[in-house]
């Protein structure tokens, strides 16, 4: 209950439906407001990434990869790349939850603490870019590919040019920095206790909600089977759910339903939003941060494409624009509370730089 409090999204999502419901009494239409299909996607996937987290699976993921590193940049590389393909399927809020505690012990113990802020700045960038090219990779997309019924192919030729460009500027900006040899990094992989059952299980259900995204598989079906089984398997789980962000959707879901019935506010929206879809999206994330952007903007235009691009470009930027990047700025103020004022720095300047680059891409190329 304290951490619902003390989410001012989730405060400011209820607080305008609130405000909308004076302008629009509760009837019921109230009742088709609520996106249920991608609340109980995200919380099905919610689960089962808790419960791959509990068992260890990602820090042993990783640990494997870091095994072949034998230079400062090569574990740079992999600490940050690590984050950008895992967001891809384990969200980017998750992979920065698991790979950003993972570089902070890893650098400790190869004597490279200094190199804690731009690894955790490109980190960060990382998770919020690479998580962009699929549906399940962020909040914002699996909203946007059910809201929209957007097809597969039509949702790849959207984002993957930008994620592979993306992938282009990470590399090339790593590999400009300063190399030096590692010292034989221990594993922790002997601490974990085995769970060969409980991964097998979470893996299972992981691949029935990728079905589900897909629509192989009806949500409705989906959710009680992955309760079931959670249930069975480890019922703390559902403590670890972010229910924060499902609230903050549906309040959304409410403001977003009642705006839209109202002429005056919806032909202003679409005005204003009429072929400059992504710039809007980009600019109001970083105000609101990009997920309640594209709650908020796809009820004022029929352009999927231009949103799913400024959505996902528009979570760089300020530190809000992406609510995910909020886990590595407290990170690093528990952490290193002397770098506070560098990391800001650094990553205002290295994500406005890697903004400002997109933004000129789909400018000239994407548009």
Known sequence: MKRLKGDPVLLAAWGLALVSAFLVPPDREWLGYVDFHTLGLLFCLMLVMAGLQDIGFFQ???????????????????????CFFTAMLITNDVALITFVPFA??????????????PVVVFQTVAANLGSMATPVGN????????HYGVPLDEFFGAVLPFAGLSLVLLT?????????????????????????????????????????????????????????????IDHRLFARVDYGLLLTFAGFFIFIG????????????????????????ALVSQVISNVPAALLLSGFTDNARALLIGTNL?????????MASLISYKYIALSFPEKKGKYLGFFTAVNLLFLAVLLVFYHFVMA
Request: positive net charge.
């Open 258 to 281: 009642n705006v839209e019935r109202i002429p005056a506010f919806r032909e202003l929206f679409a005005a204003l939003l009429a072929g400059r879809e992504v710039y809007a999206a």
């Open 314 to 322: 528009g979570g760089l930027g300020t530190l809000i624009a992406s």
């Open 60 to 82: 042993r993921l990783g640990e494997g990869i870091l095994g072949r590193t034998r230079t400062a940049r090569q574990l740079e590389l992999v600490l940050v790349l690590l």
């Open 104 to 117: 902070g012990a890893v650098l400790g113990m190869a004597g490279l603490t200094d190199r804690i802020v």
């Open 172 to 232: 090339g900006a790593l590999l400009m920095r300063r190399s030096a040899p590692l010292p034989e990094i221990p594993s922790t992989a002997g601490q974990l206790p085995p769970a060969r059952g409980r991964l097998l299980c979470y893996l299972g259900l992981f691949l029935l909600s990728l079905a589900a995204v897909a629509k192989l598989i009806p949500v409705l079906l989906l959710v009680p089977m992955v309760m079931a089984a959670i249930l069975l």
């Open 139 to 146: 909040p914002q997309n699996l909203y946007l590919y059910s």
